[in-house]
């Protein structure tokens, strides 16, 4: 019995390892000394909000993680996570008299830089601050790729699998911003899907029959139109998946773009063609590498341009790819992971384990003086901590009994 209740500790600890690690690779991946201003737009960072320099939802602001760790110290600090193409606000004029220590000098304003009501502390569409005392559902949070706000899982408007299963997530509001998507969707991201054209051939014998000649000379369906519903329309799709076109070397291989250039088609409207759809409800959970299904035609490219999601483009841009530069290329060492490098194994996951039931700890403190309305004194923390010893004492001594 013993063995297995350390074995089931042992991967908690294992877990909360991996967990420590990914939130570590987030801040790795940005610059804890330097101001990120004089590096403009920054394609992803740490990005912060402060709730002390600027509390009104009027004028939301962000800072890098230097600022927030130089020039904010002490101040109410609430993590955003990463944002994209973001520029440092830190002591322009949404903070008054208020300036940078790192980079005094900056525009009054960075025109580029876009706001949700993350800035504020508020999250989903329910609106609700995170943490959320209010809340008692321990619901997971998932960002959207796109407009990059969070949501609690049970108001997706879908069933979530695995996170494992899956790398990222686009809300309904920002599919429907991005309606061709849903082509994708209905071909590349979790189901359930269904065929068009089943349905089609149960209403076949009510068309016309010279409807099929028209539908020889019409052009291949454009990017913008819902699929056909049409019987000869049906009988095309139905040739289409007896006789499906093969896919090139470089499609295997992840190249569809060298691919797409050498046949000169529109991935897009080939996917449409074969009239897979899916209900347009809820978010959608895509697998990993999706994006490289993504068809790059120049007139794809403008619509990505039109919608201002040219990033979906850029494989770089995910946050998986921003964690790992983070721990292939991280900007400092965090220093409990250079603590931890020193260590063998069994010391590793003793500070794991230690950090991991402290943070536990110092949370269920904080949210108690919260729910009784408590002021966080001096002499409080000071109990808590002896409190923490007094534990660890008596688990050391039943340890040697």
Request: proline fraction near 4%; glycine fraction near 4%.
């Amino acid at each position: 019995m013993a063995t297995s209740k350390d074995d089931a500790d042992i991967e908690d600890i294992l877990a909360n390892e991996e967990e420590l690690e990914r939130a570590l690779c987030v801040l790795a991946g940005s610059d804890p000394e330097n101001c990120s201003y004089s590096r403009g737009y920054v394609k992803r960072q740490a990005v912060f909000a402060c709730n002390t320099c600027t509390p009104s939802a009027a004028e939301p602001a962000g800072i890098c993680l230097a600022c927030a760790n130089k020039c904010h110290d002490g101040h109410d600090i609430f993590e955003l996570y990463t944002k994209r193409n973001f520029r440092c606000d830190c002591g322009n004029s949404k903070f008054g008299e208020f300036k940078c220590q790192l980079t005094p000098t900056k525009d009054e304003e960075n025109i580029r830089n876009q706001y949700n009501h993350n800035f504020s502390g508020c999250y989903c569409t329910c609106d609700r601050p995170y943490p959320d005392t209010d809340d008692q559902a321990n619901d997971e949070m998932i960002q959207c790729v796109v407009c990059e706000d969070w949501f609690h899982s049970r108001h997706l408007g879908c069933t979530v699998v695995e996170p494992e299963e899956l790398q990222e997530m686009v809300c309904e509001a920002c599919m429907n911003k991005v309606p061709f998507l849903w082509t994708y969707a209905a071909h590349f991201a979790v189901p359930p899907v269904i065929s068009v054209s089943h349905l089609e051939e149960e209403v076949q014998d009510e068309v016309e029959e010279g409807a099929e000649k028209q539908e020889d000379s019409e052009p291949c369906q454009s990017r913008n139109e819902e699929p056909s519903t049409s019987a000869e329309h049906t009988k095309q799709e139905a040739a289409n998946r007896s006789s499906p076109c093969k896919r090139t070397h470089d499609e295997m291989t992840g190249s569809p773009a060298k691919a797409m250039t050498k046949t000169a088609a529109c991935r897009l409207n080939e996917l449409q063609v074969q009239g897979l759809e899916r209900l347009r409800q809820g978010a959608v959970l895509w697998p990993y590498s999706w994006r490289s299904e993504l068809c790059t035609c120049t007139g794809c490219k403008k619509a990505y341009v039109a919608a201002e999601v040219q990033f979906l483009m850029d494989q770089s841009d995910t946050i998986l790819a921003y964690e790992n530069k983070g721990l292939d290329e991280p900007f400092g060492q965090h220093p409990l992971m250079a603590l931890t490098n020193s260590m063998d194994r069994v010391q590793q996951l003793e500070v794991i384990y230690g950090v991991n039931e402290m943070t536990t700890a110092i949370t269920a403190f904080l949210d108690q003086c919260v729910a009784e309305g408590k002021t966080v004194t001096a002499d409080a923390v000071h109990q808590f901590f002896e409190e923490l010893r007094a534990r660890k004492r008596r688990r050391t001594n039943a340890g040697y009994q």
